[in-house]
């Protein structure tokens, strides 16, 4: 078997269909103008290591930061972030922990030797990604081939 090449570049993902962006907030689309995954609350995740493939569904803050009103400020909308072709999880988190996901990134920027080996062994067309979860100051760790996120309903006020 040959040895893995390396990733020419660490700080980008690679969306279904081939497109290259620098961070997982650009897979939201223009549909939410303040959509983002910081702060984002983790409503399920579902890791099928047989099918190579996960599913993140989240509560993701959607809400204009600069309004007065704080339904406004606050909204969240629910959404589905889909990894395929997944050749590494690493997950932290214990049973019932790691809701709020506080901090993501390109798995280039993590520190720890989890996220050092993940880096080596990361090939030039996979995806390498952290999620961070300040509830339980957790780590998850991915690699993966193609990432797709799609929005769920109707944005909601915060609860």
């Known amino acids: 078997?040959?040895?893995?090449?390396?990733?020419?570049?660490l700080h980008v993902v690679r969306q279904q269909g081939g497109d290259l962006v620098e961070s997982l907030d650009q897979l939201l689309g223009s549909e939410e103008q303040h959509g983002t995954f910081h702060d984002a609350e983790i409503v399920d995740i579902a890791y099928d290591v047989d099918h190579r493939a996960a599913r993140f569904t989240a509560r993701l803050c959607v809400g204009d930061p600069d309004?007065?009103?704080?339904?406004v400020r606050e909204r969240r909308r629910e959404g589905v972030l889909e990894l395929r072709g997944i050749s590494a999880w690493q997950d932290e988190r214990t049973?019932?922990?790691g809701r709020?996901?506080?901090d993501d990134g390109p798995i280039a920027?993590?520190?720890?030797?989890?996220?050092?080996?993940l880096v080596k062994q990361l090939r030039k067309d996979e995806i390498g990604w952290y999620f961070y979860f300040a509830d339980s100051n957790s780590f998850l760790y991915?690699?993966?081939?193609?990432?797709?996120f799609?929005?769920?309903?109707g944005g909601?006020?915060?609860a």
């Open 1 to 9: 078997m040959p040895p893995r090449e390396p990733a020419a570049d």
């Open 142 to 148: 991915w690699t993966a081939a193609e990432a797709s």
């Open 95 to 97: 049973v019932d922990s």
């Open 156 to 158: 909601e006020p915060a």
């Open 150 to 153: 799609r929005w769920l309903g």
């Open 100 to 102: 709020w996901l506080a």
């Open 67 to 71: 309004a007065a009103a704080v339904d």
């Open 109 to 117: 920027q993590a520190f720890g030797a989890t996220a050092e080996a």
